[in-house]
Structure formats: C-alpha cells, structure tokens
C-alpha cells in the first residue's frame, strides 16, 4: 500500500479541511451576519473524517494478507471516491453561502422597454436555514467518506476471502496427495490379490471406489483453487498466483466503531440539518437586496418565507420533527444490528477454533492408528481393508482440520471488516 494511494485519500477524506476558514461562517469577517445567514456555531473540522484517517489495518505488512490488500487497492476503479469528491465540491460551495448573491435583473416598463441590470441579496436573518446548509453539506461529506471506506474494506474482505478460499483448496490438495500414492499401492496389491484368487472381487471394488473419490476430491479441490486465484487476479493490479500462507492479524482497537454505525450517525446529522432546513422555510427570512441599472440603483429589505402557510402547515412540521426522532433511531438499529453482527462472528470464531482443537486430536489419533495398521498389515495380522479404512478416516479429518483453520481466519476478517479496520485509513 504505497504513499500515493495514502495521499489521495487524505486528500479526499479532508472535504472540508481546505476551506476551515470559509467554513466558519464569514463570522469574524461579517458579523453582522450572526443571526442565521452567519452564525458562529459551524465546526470546520470532522470527528468522523479524522476517525477514518487515524484507523490502522490488523493485517500488518510485509505479509501474504498486505500484498492481496496491496495489489487489489491499486486497482480499484474507486467509483465510492468520485461521490466523496462531489459531495466535497458541494459542501465547499455551501461554505460561501453566507455571502451575497449577485445576478442579472431583466424588468418590462411600463412604456415596453426592458431595463437591464444586477440585483445584489443578501440574507440577514435566516432562522438558521444558512447554518443548516452548511451542516447538511458537511454530514454528506462524512456520509460519503464512511461509504469510501466501507466499499475499500468490502472489497478488500472479498480479495482476501478468494486468496484464503485458494489455499484451503490447495492445502486439501497437498491432504490428498499424502494418501494417494498408497491408495494407488493398496489398489493395485487387491487387484492383484483378486485375480490370484485370494481376495473377494467386492473388496477391490471398495478401495477402487474410495481411491476414486479422493481423486475426484483432489481434483475439485484443485479447480476451486485455480477457479478463486483466476477471480482474484481479475480484480488485481498484478498476478497473486505466487503469494502463498495465511498471516497473522492483529487485534483490533476496542475503540473502534463499526462502520455501519458511524454511517447511520452521519446520516442522522445529515437528517436533522434538512429537518432544520425544511422547517426554516416555514418561518420568515430577512435579506437586502439591491438593484443597480443604467437608470439608478435600489435598495429595500425584504420579509417572507418560502413555503407558504396552509391548512396542512402543522402536519408538515410534525413530519419534520418526526424525522429528526426517526434519524436517531436508525442510528440505535444500527447499533443494535452491529453488535448481533459481531457477537455472532465472535461466537463462530470461538466454535470454529474449538472444532479445530478437537480436529488436531482427531488427526493425532489417525496417525497413530494408520502407524499401528501398517506395522500389524507388514506383520500379515491385519488386512488391506482394515488400513484402507485407515487411510480413509485419515484423508477425511485432515481435510475438516483444513477446513477449521481457513474458515476461522475469514471469520477473523469479516470482525475486522465489519470494524472498518482492514486497509489504513491514509491507504483507501
């Protein structure tokens, strides 16, 4: 993950940090504004954006999960930046909307002649609708922020499920080649043992049956690896086939916030910013205008409100209240839907890391039993079938212990994943 990638995302993740005096209102510059068009209650700094930037990944580097993560960062198409980009542009033209608007002035006489000429507005007393503007454009700011790193995490899960789904393929294959080449000898040893007369035909049948099996196994493990290394290739800078092992990952910060949630809390400001955008157009605005012609110039101070009152009025502003209640909300469901997300991965990586002690038992005891089989086999006490069998039981926990292992450590990314702390926050 290079130092290139880190800096266009900081750049990215700082929408609203270039203009942080702008972004204060004009209220030192302008204070007469202070009723609503100004204000001084604007923040130009995000909580949210630093948070993003100050996460560090639990995969490390130098490891076989940072080179995947590396490889497939460089290629994405970061389609979840261009609306993170344009939601800066928008908040950095809110961030002006304190100042006055200039425009042209197009009005018929009463004689018929058209009178050409510039109209300066500008807001005095807003009932906090500038205010809200400007928070609604920075909310969407950190709203596309937490989504860019929710899509850069999500695809860096997916790239590293592929690479550990290949090697668990390819750990079964190197499984099944331990016990074939004496699947193949015990196969041979029965057919010939049944055309010498000595053995039942229906015995060879069986190890011809279960010799088949592993390589069919051994062949389907082999296509899913191939299968899961060409996919992930696809959607990498550059070929993976070489990277090989699992790596280790480390803990990830307790203070770290599920993205899903800090999500829902950007959208909740963001709700609550159009609420108070929506209700302010029912209370009066006060601006100066002024109008400047080749006869003269004007100027006058105007009172009125966007939305016209009606007999639905206190409906209207009951639903925009009842937004903001149902914003906050979202956020505990968001809270609430996390946590059962994580205590649920936690349980399974718990059971998963408990099956794959019990395996290592199971294998231990298969081992021994195939070394005392085969003495008792040479001793001529015991017969092919029973090693057979033997070998057999030894393919089948070796392949579940695999399993076990692999599936545990993409449960440890999926925790991660959900915790938005796969990929630095200066590497999106």
């Given at each position: 993950?290079?130092s290139?990638i880190?800096?266009?995302?900081r750049n990215?993740?700082?929408?609203?940090?270039?203009?942080?005096?702008?972004?204060?209102?004009?209220?030192t510059a302008?204070p007469a504004?202070?009723?609503g068009?100004?204000?001084t209650?604007d923040?130009?700094?995000?909580?949210?954006?630093d948070?993003?930037?100050d996460?560090?990944?639990?995969?490390?580097?130098?490891n076989?999960?940072?080179k995947?993560?590396?490889?497939?960062?460089?290629?994405?198409?970061r389609?979840?930046?261009?609306?993170?980009?344009?939601?800066?542009?928008?908040?950095q033209?809110?961030?002006?909307n304190?100042?006055?608007?200039?425009g042209?002035?197009?009005s018929?006489?009463?004689?018929g002649?058209v009178?050409?000429?510039?109209?300066?507005?500008?807001?005095?007393?807003?009932?906090?609708r500038k205010?809200?503007?400007?928070?609604?454009?920075?909310?969407?700011?950190?709203?596309?922020?937490?989504?860019l790193?929710?899509?850069t995490n999500?695809?860096?899960?997916?790239?590293l499920?592929?690479y550990?789904s290949?090697?668990?393929?390819?750990?079964k294959?190197r499984?099944?080649?331990?016990?074939?080449?004496?699947?193949?000898q015990?196969?041979?040893i029965?057919?010939r043992?049944v055309?010498?007369?000595?053995?039942?035909?229906?015995?060879l049948?069986v190890?011809?049956?279960?010799?088949?099996?592993?390589r069919?196994n051994?062949t389907?493990?082999?296509?899913?690896?191939?299968?899961?290394?060409a996919?992930l290739?696809?959607?990498s800078?550059k070929p993976?086939?070489?990277?090989?092992g699992?790596?280790s990952?480390?803990?990830?910060?307790a203070?770290?916030?599920?993205?899903?949630?800090l999500k829902a809390?950007a959208?909740r400001?963001?709700?609550?910013?159009?609420a108070?955008i929506d209700?302010?157009?029912?209370l009066?605005?006060?601006?100066?205008q002024g109008?400047?012609?080749?006869?003269g110039s004007?100027?006058?101070?105007n009172?009125?409100?966007?939305?016209?009152?009606?007999?639905?009025?206190g409906a209207?502003?009951?639903?925009?209240?009842?937004?903001r209640?149902?914003a906050?909300r979202?956020v505990?469901?968001?809270d609430e839907?996390s946590?059962r997300?994580?205590r649920?991965l936690?349980?399974q990586?718990i059971?998963?890391?408990?099956?794959?002690?019990?395996s290592?038992s199971?294998v231990?005891?298969a081992?021994?039993?195939?070394?005392?089989?085969?003495?008792?086999?040479k001793?001529?006490?015991?017969?092919?079938?029973?090693?057979?069998?033997v070998?057999?039981?030894?393919v089948?926990v070796?392949?579940?212990?695999?399993?076990?292992i692999?599936?545990?450590a993409?449960?440890k990314?999926?925790?991660a994943d959900?915790?938005?702390?796969?990929v630095?926050?200066?590497d999106i």
């Amino acid at each position: 993950m290079g130092s290139g990638i880190g800096e266009t995302t900081r750049n990215a993740f700082s929408a609203i940090s270039p203009d942080k005096q702008a972004t204060t209102d004009g209220a030192t510059a302008q204070p007469a504004l202070a009723g609503g068009a100004g204000g001084t209650g604007d923040n130009a700094t995000s909580v949210v954006i630093d948070g993003l930037l100050d996460r560090q990944s639990v995969l490390g580097s130098g490891n076989a999960y940072s080179k995947v993560a590396g490889a497939v960062l460089a290629a994405n198409s970061r389609a979840a930046e261009a609306e993170l980009r344009s939601a800066k542009l928008r908040a950095q033209a809110a961030s002006k909307n304190w100042l006055p608007t200039i425009g042209p002035n197009l009005s018929l006489t009463s004689l018929g002649d058209v009178v050409a000429g510039i109209l300066i507005d500008q807001v005095l007393f807003s009932n906090g609708r500038k205010k809200a503007e400007r928070a609604f454009a920075k909310a969407d700011v950190e709203v596309a922020a937490v989504a860019l790193a929710q899509d850069t995490n999500t695809r860096v899960l997916t790239a590293l499920e592929l690479y550990i789904s290949a090697e668990e393929s390819r750990a079964k294959v190197r499984a099944s080649d331990d016990v074939l080449e004496k699947m193949e000898q015990f196969a041979y040893i029965m057919q010939r043992r049944v055309e010498g007369g000595i053995s039942d035909r229906a015995d060879l049948q069986v190890t011809q049956a279960k010799l088949t099996e592993i390589r069919t196994n051994q062949t389907a493990d082999a296509n899913a690896a191939a299968t899961a290394v060409a996919e992930l290739n696809a959607m990498s800078l550059k070929p993976l086939g070489d990277v090989r092992g699992l790596a280790s990952t480390r803990k990830p910060s307790a203070t770290a916030k599920p993205l899903a949630v800090l999500k829902a809390e950007a959208e909740r400001e963001r709700a609550v910013a159009q609420a108070t955008i929506d209700r302010s157009g029912f209370l009066p605005t006060v601006s100066a205008q002024g109008s400047v012609t080749g006869d003269g110039s004007s100027a006058g101070i105007n009172v009125g409100t966007e939305n016209p009152l009606g007999f639905g009025t206190g409906a209207s502003l009951k639903a925009i209240e009842a937004a903001r209640e149902a914003a906050s909300r979202q956020v505990d469901q968001a809270d609430e839907d996390s946590a059962r997300v994580l205590r649920r991965l936690e349980q399974q990586l718990i059971a998963l890391q408990q099956k794959q002690a019990a395996s290592a038992s199971l294998v231990a005891q298969a081992d021994a039993n195939l070394d005392l089989f085969n003495r008792q086999y040479k001793a001529g006490v015991r017969p092919v079938m029973d090693v057979v069998s033997v070998y057999e039981t030894k393919v089948r926990v070796e392949r579940e212990q695999i399993s076990y292992i692999y599936q545990a450590a993409i449960v440890k990314l999926k925790i991660a994943d959900t915790l938005g702390v796969l990929v630095d926050g200066a590497d999106i």
